[in-house]
Nanobody
């Protein structure tokens, strides 16, 4: 069974930094795009950043220049380096993998995996 496990959340003052990690565990042959989403209380879940298996990254306008997404394909892990944090970055952050294959065969692939979420709180 494939699982995504996040770590690295916490409480930080405005202007500080945090690094989130998300490791995919289980029998994995390949992972397509991975990303980080966040959801603040009373708001919809939104995409923060995503990265393809080849390393092409995409960011929400609100985090461009402050956050950096990266991945280590050998470790099946995606990271989110968050700098210059603002109180409005406070949310639960979720890791996503849009497609994971357990073998070279298409029948082994499943879509849309999510982690359990990690809380990020930025105090002013």
């Amino acid at each position: 069974q494939v699982q995504l496990v996040e770590s690295g959340g916490g409480l930080v003052q405005a202007g500080g930094s945090l690094r989130l990690s998300c490791a995919a565990s289980g029998s994995i042959f390949a992972i397509n795009a991975m990303g980080w989403y966040r959801q603040a209380p009373g708001k919809q879940r939104e995409l923060v950043a995503s990265i393809t298996s080849g390393g092409s990254a995409n960011y929400a306008d609100s985090v461009k220049g402050r956050f950096t997404i990266s991945r280590d394909n050998a470790k099946n892990t995606v990271y989110l380096q968050m700098n210059s944090l603002k109180p409005e970055d406070t949310a639960t952050y979720y890791c996503n993998a849009d497609r994971i294959c357990r073998s070279p065969f298409r029948s082994s692939c499943q879509n849309d995996y999510w982690g359990q979420g990690t809380q990020v709180t930025v105090s002013s």
